[in-house]
């Protein structure tokens, strides 16, 4: 009879991990506080894009329940970024709030087709330095955020965020059952309501909304003009928001050491910005701090504490909306400078890793850094890196071409081994490596230890030749791998060489 009723293995459903008592709580009160750090700042973007503050709350929410289902990166956080409050702040001063609407509908748009294209594949281009740089800027503008809530407030603002590092860098020396960061904000709400103190609180960073957010449609024309005006904005939008997103999951990866579906993640923030678009929000990408806070400060590991985290915050927003207003800004400044601090990469700017590590690599680091902080756009900051890099590679290789030369026993030919990798850069030194006057009637160029690379290195072998054709002389080109005599029978005698 048992063996009637049970079924097979290989049909038996695997049991998400969340289901687990331990897991589930864990992911539970990650949310919570995702949700409670979420408000501040979804409140501080909204101001910052030029909306009402409803519309970033809206769009954290939206983003975080759609992108729970949707992303690639189980745990990471999408909720309305100022990265992408940044780029639609122009577009709603000079156009009002239904054309940022729809921008962030053709935004996403944009963000699914580029998915469908492969855009994710593009990561692998990223070097470590520049992670290193993305990660270290991030900790400083998250840091520098929240310089503005510690000028100008009461003295006793100061006693309550060391109160509250002290239990988010102690508490969990004692026990790991409840998040420190929840912990925190609880206690300081409670003991500044219950001794009637005059800090900041959240209810000062703007209105909270008392409805839920509805579907509707942007009241725009939609004419060519409209597309014309939200086109360069939307694109902006599914740019920034993907390099971000796909910057943080790559972080998420290496601190969970787990691997995450980057082209899922790519289409998923689509979807996600075309939801929050249609029920009226400002759009978004993943956010750093608020991932970390969900992954190191509270270790969460799954789908559900990013579900939770949306859900949370439209509750508390809309139904515990006057509870909400009433918690210190301190404990949560307190608990974002704490995931600036663990975000940093200290290991990197240490003087024993400095002196060890190429000039290189700490150039790339510094500049992805530099203009970051500059633009404060981590965008810019990973592109400005990125050809940094490129540079410096192109540099380092073109320099690793080496030729050497022998002439055999006769003395009738003089037999040059090219040795590296040529392309545009390296090529050019190439030409000037061979004696033109002095070298005997026949030369053979042997290629075994080369690889061509561009069109580049066709022509200056072309000149090459071409100097010798001039003096009477004859050159042979041997041992090509089979990709360099593709390219070389393809493009040889092609560029018009008159040197």
């Known amino acids: 009879m048992s063996s009637v009723l049970s079924a097979p293995p290989r049909l038996r459903l695997s049991r998400p991990?969340?289901?687990?008592?331990?897991?589930?709580?864990?992911?539970?009160?990650?949310?919570?506080?995702?949700?409670?750090?979420?408000?501040?700042?979804?409140?501080?973007?909204?101001?910052?894009?030029?909306?009402?503050?409803?519309?970033?709350?809206?769009?954290?929410?939206?983003?975080?329940?759609?992108i729970a289902f949707?992303?690639?990166?189980?745990?990471?956080?999408?909720?309305?970024?100022?990265?992408?409050?940044?780029?639609?702040?122009?577009?709603?001063?000079?156009?009002?709030l239904d054309y940022l609407i729809a921008a962030v509908i053709l935004g996403g748009a944009i963000q699914v087709l580029l998915a469908v294209l492969g855009v994710a594949k593009l990561m692998r281009f990223i070097p470590r330095s520049v992670m290193v740089g993305f990660v270290n800027a991030l900790a400083v503008m998250i840091f520098a955020a929240q310089v503005p809530h510690l000028l100008g407030v009461p003295w006793l603002v100061y006693p309550l965020i060391a109160a509250s590092l002290a239990i988010i860098v102690g508490l969990p020396r004692l026990t790991r059952a409840v998040p420190a960061p929840l912990v925190a904000i609880v206690v300081l709400t409670v003991v500044t309501v219950a001794a009637h103190t005059a800090v900041?609180?959240?209810?000062?960073?703007?209105?909270?909304?008392?409805?839920?957010?509805?579907?509707?449609v942007p009241q725009v024309p939609w004419t060519l003009d409209t597309l014309t005006v939200i086109a360069p904005y939307a694109l902006g939008i599914a740019l920034v928001g993907l390099m971000e997103s796909l910057m943080t999951a790559k972080l998420v990866d290496d601190i969970t050491d787990t691997h995450s579906n980057k082209t899922r993640e790519s289409w998923g923030q689509g979807v996600a910005n075309i939801v929050t678009g249609f029920f009226g929000g400002m759009g978004g990408c993943a956010m750093i701090g608020q991932?970390?806070?969900?992954?190191?400060?509270?270790?969460?590991?799954?789908?559900?504490?990013?579900?939770?985290?949306?859900?949370?915050?439209?509750?508390?927003?809309?139904?515990?909306?006057?509870?909400?207003?009433?918690?210190?800004m301190a404990a949560l400044v307190a608990v974002m400078i704490i995931v600036a601090v663990s975000t940093f990469d200290w290991h990197s700017v240490a003087p024993k890793t400095l002196k060890r590590m190429p000039y290189g690599e700490t150039?790339?680091?510094?500049?992805?850094?530099?203009?970051?902080?500059?633009?404060?756009?981590?965008?810019?900051?990973?592109?400005?890196?990125?050809?940094?890099?490129?540079?410096?590679?192109?540099?380092?290789?073109?320099?690793?071409?080496?030729?050497?030369?022998?002439?055999?026993?006769d003395g009738g030919t003089r037999i040059y081994s090219v040795s590296g990798e040529l392309f545009f850069a390296s090529s050019n030194d190439l030409v000037g490596q061979f004696d033109y006057?002095?070298?005997?009637?026949?030369?053979?160029?042997?290629?075994?230890?080369?690889?061509?690379?561009?069109?580049?290195?066709?022509?200056?072998?072309?000149?090459?030749?071409?100097?010798?054709?001039?003096?009477?002389?004859?050159?042979?080109?041997?041992?090509?791998?089979k990709p360099s005599a593709h390219i070389h029978a393809t493009l040889a005698g092609q560029f018009g060489v008159g040197h």
């Open 17 to 66: 991990s969340w289901l687990s008592p331990k897991v589930f709580r864990t992911e539970v009160l990650a949310g919570l506080v995702v949700a409670l750090a979420l408000i501040p700042e979804a409140i501080s973007f909204s101001i910052l894009a030029g909306v009402d503050p409803r519309v970033g709350l809206f769009a954290s929410f939206t983003m975080a329940v759609t």
């Open 200 to 216: 900041p609180t959240v209810g000062d960073e703007g209105a909270l909304p008392d409805s839920l957010p509805t579907l509707g």
């Open 363 to 409: 150039t790339v680091m510094l500049a992805t850094v530099a203009t970051t902080l500059a633009t404060h756009n981590l965008a810019i900051g990973v592109v400005v890196g990125v050809l940094t890099a490129m540079v410096i590679f192109a540099r380092r290789v073109a320099h690793l071409v080496d030729v050497t030369s022998v002439l055999d026993p």
């Open 291 to 328: 991932t970390m806070i969900n992954v190191k400060a509270s270790g969460a590991r799954t789908r559900l504490s990013t579900f939770l985290a949306g859900v949370f915050l439209l509750v508390l927003v809309v139904a515990l909306g006057d509870v909400v207003a009433v918690i210190p």
């Open 437 to 481: 006057a002095n070298d005997p009637a026949h030369v053979v160029v042997d290629m075994t230890h080369a690889h061509i690379w561009d069109a580049s290195s066709v022509a200056a072998l072309d000149a090459i030749t071409t100097k010798y054709a001039a003096r009477g002389k004859t050159v042979e080109i041997i041992e090509l791998n």
């Open 70 to 96: 949707c992303g690639g990166r189980p745990a990471m956080i999408s909720a309305a970024t100022g990265a992408v409050a940044l780029v639609v702040a122009p577009l709603v001063k000079a156009h009002g």
